[in-house]
């Protein structure tokens, strides 16, 4: 399935609206009179200087807590404000050339859902699915009610709501726990809600399983590209690029079906500045999310090297969702430096808009070397990581280059062209051949 054309330059900065305003977790939940909606328009700025294309919201809609419980998808939660608030929050984003994705929750629906509260009241259940005389619930939480995905009803309300909130102003929705959905289900509503908005983009929240078939029988955009999150800080924490090129060679058969949504950190997972055992390969992590084929998210907080652990246990999530004051408030030395570097890839990136789907192939590989080109038809990066205590060699004519432009490096400044160049220790390299 083809991205719209605009998603080829998107490059999205991830909001957690809840947690980002301070509505959730609060010893005083705010209501809708506070507008807590529109601190996110202040940092709408500060999204475009960072170079982003897009702002990908969480959950925004009614719920009891985190906003996966929902309890009605037509209704800005009360905590963020009102209808007014998004209207003004897209007006201003659009204003600015960045675009909104919604988060929707369409696997399961809160307790206080209306037609869950009724259907324990013993009228019409049929929206539900049951295990046995039980309804059944999402992983065995059981404040989270599983819809029944093969009711016509049910797939007209997604359609509607769906619908609803693009014609408001929308360019797209994140689909959340697409994996725990029948795909079938995807492939009824997704052709109609394109009928009327086929410059929409969907992606699905897939973390294991086979990608392809989910984008080819959901009729999905996109999905959320889990296995090379996993493998960047794996491989970087373990001194394995083995397992690094596995992952990427898998991404590449990805990109021959679909572009998946690529990421270093998410609302879901620890920051990856509290995920990496050495911070100095942070560089490492966001040059690999910035030089290969996909659509990047950064999550707010990361271009600062954020920290935060996600537990498993109530309230595990709190501290990988913080409120938001000003920017750069309290970062360190190295939060800035990471700012900037986000910057400037970022910019390399839209500079290089076929990276969007460029393939990689591995040129030099050791356990703690990695050396990989990036490519699409004739437009080509070469790209060195060096996590190894002793510096690394690279010869352009040992890849076929006769001479290359240093684009991006630690350690010094970009040179104008070099024949070859040394890598210092956990150190890494850009380098267009010329």
């Known amino acids: 399935m083809n991205d719209p054309q605009w998603v080829q330059h998107a490059i999205w ?3 957690y609206p809840l947690g980002f305003v301070g509505a959730f977790p609060s010893d005083r939940p705010p209501n809708a009179d506070e507008h807590r909606l529109r601190r996110i328009i202040e940092w709408l700025d ?16 009614a719920s009891r807590t985190h906003g996966y419980d929902t309890t009605d998808h037509h209704r ?5 404000g009102d209808d007014a608030d998004f209207d003004e929050l897209v007006t201003e984003a659009h204003r600015r050339g960045l675009r909104v994705l919604l988060d929707g929750v369409f696997n399961h629906v809160g307790t206080d859902f209306p037609r869950y509260r009724d259907a324990l009241a013993g009228q019409d259940a049929s929206w539900f699915r049951r295990t046995g005389s039980e309804f059944a619930t999402f992983e065995g939480h059981g404040e989270l009610i599983a819809l029944d995905h093969d009711n016509p009803e049910v797939v007209d309300y997604t359609v509607d709501v769906m619908t609803r909130w693009l014609r408001r102003g929308a360019d797209g929705w994140r689909l959340d726990a697409a994996y725990a959905v029948p795909d079938r289900f995807w492939a009824q509503v997704l052709p109609r809600v394109r009928a009327d908005f086929g410059d929409a983009w969907f992606v699905g929240e897939v973390i294991h399983g086979d990608y392809s078939a989910h984008v080819r029988d959901a009729g999905v955009n996109s999905v959320t590209q889990y296995e090379l999150w996993k493998a960047i800080w794996s491989s970087l924490n373990d001194g394995n690029f083995h397992e690094l090129d596995h992952a990427l060679q898998r991404h590449n058969d ?16 620890t920051r990856i500045a509290s995920k990496l055992e050495n911070t100095r390969h942070l560089e490492h992590a966001l040059v690999l999310l910035l030089t290969v084929g996909g ?3 950064v999550y707010a907080g990361d271009e600062s090297a954020y ?3 996600k537990e498993e246990r109530v309230g595990g999530d709190d501290a990988v969702r913080p409120e938001f004051n000003s920017p750069l408030m309290g970062v360190d030395e190295q939060g800035h430096d990471i700012y900037r570097l986000h910057q400037y890839l970022i910019g390399l990136r839209r500079r290089h808009p076929w990276l969007h789907t460029a393939a990689t192939s591995a040129v030099q590989l050791t356990n703690t070397q990695y050396v990989y080109q990036t490519r699409r038809d004739s437009d080509v990066l070469l790209v060195a990581l060096n996590i190894d205590d002793a510096p690394m060699t690279l010869s352009l004519n040992e890849f076929g280059h006769d001479e290359g432009r240093i684009v991006a490096g630690s350690g010094a400044p970009p040179e104008d062209v070099v024949s070859g160049a040394e890598i210092e220790p956990h150190g890494w390299l850009i380098i267009a051949p010329t």
């Open 295 to 297: 659509t990047p998210s």
């Open 46 to 61: 500060y999204a475009v200087e960072l170079g982003a294309s897009g702002i990908a919201l969480g959950p925004i809609f």
């Open 76 to 80: 800005i939660d009360p905590r963020l």
């Open 13 to 15: 900065w991830q909001v």
């Open 254 to 269: 990805f990109l021959d079906v679909f572009v998946p949504m690529t990421f270093v950190g998410n609302h879901d997972v």
């Open 307 to 309: 920290r935060g652990v």
